[in-house]
């Protein structure tokens, strides 16, 4: 079994990877420092899979912590990394948080994987790097626009940091997920998004408006080019993208890689609009939801959605669930976590 480190392996998409890993037979070590996350997803993991990962609780942008954690599991072979502070309107108000963070972490990890001789590398990139795509459904050759905050440029940032260092050590081979919109959770609840305080993303917005925990969804505006004016985004099942990365580290395992540094879209590539997505979680749950058309967010893209082609064709992936399916999971999540 190889060993591998999950960093930010408590959080969202990363529980569920770890899950995902787990079942295809790696072994999986945990560094997490649970600023947003909770280790109640370790126990989730637990009951789905019936093995517990190895939990370590540090900080990535942390060399000393990091080193010590490397000295102990001297064997690791690969690492996928979100550890990430992540909310974009925070990186806005603290970019140097984010940089410090965000970027820090990246190099301590390619560090030391290089020095303990470990040779993979996954990496949770995301569809921010192309800001508003001038053709669409947008492909990895697209010419990557500025970031429309500190949170999506280091992103961008790690990305060029990864793709450098990997050049100059060719024993390192990198592959940098570009996600669209996960959204969802396990389908049998024990694990899903669980965000401290007011949510940032729609879904789980939607689901918290539906229990009851917030009045009103507010919608940010209905003036976008598109069907019904709201705008269009690329949704998709978590755990279809949690086994995404497995691909991706079966992919380096065996060699298939076709250079040190590769990039890949993982999206649904089929772009829905704000209001779709309402109508559609109205009809899977049952639930009527509370909304208002309120003025567009600042920084939002008018519309992006994915080409996967070269997902499909050089990783095999493809996603399985449909949008549906997708937001009952995280309806069956919300409903599990308020206890009703
Ligand atoms: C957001 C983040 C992005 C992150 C991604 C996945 C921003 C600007 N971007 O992307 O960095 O990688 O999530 O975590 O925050 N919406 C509403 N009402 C709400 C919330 C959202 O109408 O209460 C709309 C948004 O305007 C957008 C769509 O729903 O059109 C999706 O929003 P969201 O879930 O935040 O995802 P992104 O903006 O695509």
Excluded at 71 to 82: A, L
Excluded at 288 to 304: C, F, M, S, T
Aim: proline residues 4%.
């Amino acid at each position: 079994m190889h060993k591998i480190l999950v960093t930010g392996g408590a959080g969202y998409i990363g529980s569920h990877t770890v899950l995902e890993l787990m079942n295809s037979d790696y072994e999986v070590v945990i560094v997490d420092n649970f600023s947003n996350s909770n280790p109640k997803s370790i126990d989730g993991i637990e009951r789905i899979v019936g093995r517990r990962p190895v939990l370590i609780e540090a900080d990535c942008s942390d060399y000393t912590q990091m080193l010590e954690l490397f000295k102990k599991h001297n064997d690791i072979e690969g690492i996928v990394h979100f550890a990430a502070l992540k909310a974009v309107g925070e990186s806005v108000e603290k970019p140097l948080s984010y940089y410090k963070n965000n970027t820090l972490s990246i190099i301590n990890l390619l560090s030391l994987l290089r020095e303990f001789g470990g040779k993979h590398f996954v990496f949770s990139s995301s569809c921010m790097v192309y800001g508003q795509p001038d053709i669409l459904p947008v492909t990895e050759l697209t010419p990557l626009k500025p970031a429309l905050s500190p949170y999506g440029n280091t992103k961008k940032i790690g990305e060029d940091i990864i793709k450098d260092a990997v050049l100059a050590n060719t024993n390192i081979s990198a592959i940098a997920l570009r996600y669209f919109n996960p959204i969802g959770a396990h389908p049998s609840t024990e694990i899903g998004e669980l965000p401290l305080g007011k949510p940032d993303n729609l879904v789980p917005f939607i689901t918290q408006t539906a229990a009851g925990i917030r009045p009103k969804l507010q919608i940010f505006g209905d003036d976008y080019d598109s069907s019904d004016g709201t705008a269009i985004r690329d949704y998709f099942h978590v755990m279809d993208l949690a086994k995404a990365h497995v691909l991706a580290l079966d992919r380096l395992f065996k060699g298939s890689n076709k250079s040190n540094f590769e990039v890949f879209n993982v999206g649904a590539g089929k772009g829905v609009t704000v209001l779709e997505i309402v109508k559609a979680f109205e009809r899977v749950s049952g639930v009527k939801l509370n909304y208002e058309i309120v003025g567009r967010r600042a920084g939002d893209p008018d519309k992006v959605w994915a080409d996967t082609s070269l997902a499909e064709s050089e990783l095999g992936w493809k996603v399985k669930s449909t949008l549906e399916d997708a937001l009952l999971t995280a309806w069956n999540w919300e409903k599990k976590v308020r206890g009703i």
